[in-house]
């Protein structure tokens, strides 16, 4: 059965960095575009990055962009949201997905078809 598990989302300070990972079973991330979104209390899910490792093309929101890198480690599969610069804008639940067809932009939710449940990312001082 395929599976994404996300790790890593906690409380931080404005300025500080935190690393998310998801880390897939039953199914080869390699083969897969890879995409982090979030969603913040009262608002609708937001697109943070996608990435296709079969076009080697990569989007970032502008909210995140400079700040944020997604990256994969194919040996572990497994996928990681590196987030520096933190600030109170960028709490919130965050997700992992993964789909077959390459990234045109960051995409819809809708477009996705494997979810990980999500972890919390908490900024405040």
């Known amino acids: 059965q395929e599976q994404l598990v996300e790790s890593g989302g906690a409380l931080v300070q404005p300025g500080g960095s935190l690393r998310l990972s998801c880390a897939a079973s039953?199914?080869?991330?390699?083969?897969?575009?890879i995409a982090w979104f979030r969603q913040a209390p009262g608002k609708e899910r937001e697109g943070v990055s996608c990435s296709s490792s079969s076009t080697g093309r990569t989007y970032y929101a502008d909210s995140v962009k400079g700040r944020f890198t997604i990256s994969r480690d194919n040996a572990k599969n497994t996928i990681y949201l590196q987030m520096n610069s933190l600030n109170l804008e960028d709490t919130a639940v965050y997700y992992c997905?993964?789909?077959?067809?390459?990234?045109?932009?960051?995409?819809?939710?809708?477009?996705?078809?494997?979810w990980g449940q999500g972890t919390q990312v908490t900024v405040s001082s």
């Open positions: 039953g199914f080869t991330l390699g083969d897969y575009t």
């Open positions: 997905a993964a789909r077959r067809l390459i990234c045109v932009g960051l995409g819809s939710p809708s477009a996705f078809g494997f």
